[in-house]
């Protein structure tokens, strides 16, 4: 079922604290969130971009030529996990822009004022292709704790490679839930299969969501609930990336220091890479391990009849909307 769309107001703008660490990590404990605009060099998003692209349009997925950059879908839409979506996800995993992202200096500089020094990203990082008229697989509210555990101080910075206004399915969060523990979960068909079941305290506050720009970066530690917008935009994708930076000197888990999925080895990965520079470079941090709770991440049993019923609704009707968008008759 797709659930009705709350009301979203604006996001606080945080650049005033950009060079002040004690009012940032004040405002983060205050909202549980922190939005900056601006903050990375389009240049270096709009060369990750055209990377994925060249690679989306390579597998079909999106229209080659000229309008390749923006990323006019033209398959039948997939979801994070399917078999057709490794064909892209594998080979964007071994961009060495994408990794490099992770460590832009304006980024650093950012993470270290808000969590101190030493304070450095996980090797896992997430690229999201999330496919237009797919409502049903929109990332659903959650909390990273139980997908990432370790340290609840884990910081992640979302990201978006182009403009990402509302209607395109940006990030939206609810300010203040960091403060409601770690909630509950229930089944959902989106990213990592899981959401938040909300305690009535939070059902009343208000989501925060911004129309991003290129250049925008979200900040949110490891308890906030957040969500994505569906990606209402009658043909592009939204492509955008998240990585997770932790203090120094605290837990994380073995996944974290795995690529997303964990289908290739880092020695693959970095086959075609020109510099060494960001290979390995959490072997010299700061950070103890800590095995996986698997009881943190688990669903009622009786969710998994509940999955398979989902599942099946939303393939026949994803086949039937993609059908009837592309009739000849079609207008839009
Ligand atoms: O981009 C999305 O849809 C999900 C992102 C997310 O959940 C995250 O960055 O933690
Ligand atoms: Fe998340």
Known sequence: MIPEEPDYLPMKVANALLADGPALQARMAEDGYLFFRDLL??????ALREEVTGILSDIGWIRGGPERLAAESQVLPCREGEPRYFEALDRIQCLERFHALAHEPALLQLMTLLLGEGAFPHPLGVMRLVFPDNPEVTTPPHQDYRNNQGTPRLTAAW???ADC???CGPLAILPGSHRSGVLPLSFHLGPGNRQAVLPESLMHTAWVTEDFRAGDVLLFPALTVHRALPNQHPTRMRLSVDFRYQPAGEPLTEQCLRPHFARQSWEDIYRGWESTRLQYYWQERDYSL?????????LPADHWDQAL???????RTRQRRFRSRNRPDHED
């Open 41 to 46: 060099p389009t240049r270096v998003l709009h």
């Open 159 to 161: 990201i978006p490679l």
């Open 165 to 167: 206004p509302r209607h």
């Open 290 to 298: 800590v095995p996986w709770d698997e009881s943190l991440h688990a």
């Open 309 to 315: 019923r989902e599942d099946m609704i939303y393939e």
